[in-house]
């Protein structure tokens, strides 16, 4: 008698430990907001170029089912080159692309402006943080085979 409730606590205690995980599962199935991709070499020689600069970008993906704002998180590399965003939200389900160069803002892309390249081509980290400073997302890369990283 005493092995069967020793069994049964076991068990009762196995299944509110799973209980205990379902809000972590829930959570991840809302979604968030990270970096979705870099791409560091933009195409051709590295000719600073408004057209060049701008051939080198990173997407950021919002796969919640909220619209999120953006206003003060920052886009940084390992060398802390960084990238303010403005007053901007990122609709729910939406990706924006931050280019280097100079452009005029969309909803779908931001530019930062920059005369001279951000992302090393061979190997560098994306870090995105919120306006508090709280890291959400970072992405590295260390290759010169490829262009472009999918974090």
């Not at 606590?9 to 599962?25: E, H, K, M, N």
């Not at 999120?68 to 965003?85: E, I, M, R, S």
């Not at 990122?90 to 920059?114: A, D, E, H, I, P």
Request: proline fraction near 1%; charge should be positive.
């Amino acid at each position: 008698m005493l092995q069967t409730r020793t069994i049964a606590v076991a068990a009762a205690a196995a299944c509110l430990g799973g209980l205990v995980l379902l809000p972590s599962t829930a959570q991840a199935a809302t979604g968030s907001v990270h970096l979705y991709k870099v791409y560091y070499d933009s195409p051709g020689s590295d000719t600073r170029t408004n057209s060049s600069l701008n051939g080198e970008w990173v997407q950021i993906r919002n796969t919640t089912k909220y619209a999120v704002n953006l206003k003060g998180w920052t886009l940084t590399d390992a060398a802390n080159h960084k990238y303010v965003f403005g007053s901007y939200t990122l609709g729910k389900g939406k990706t924006v692309t931050v280019r280097t160069g100079k452009g005029t803002n969309s909803t779908t892309t931001r530019f930062q402006g920059r005369a001279a390249y951000v992302w090393n081509n061979d190997k560098d980290t994306a870090t995105l943080k919120k306006a508090s400073g709280a890291k959400v997302d970072t992405c590295s890369y260390n290759s010169t085979r490829v262009d472009y990283k999918n974090c």
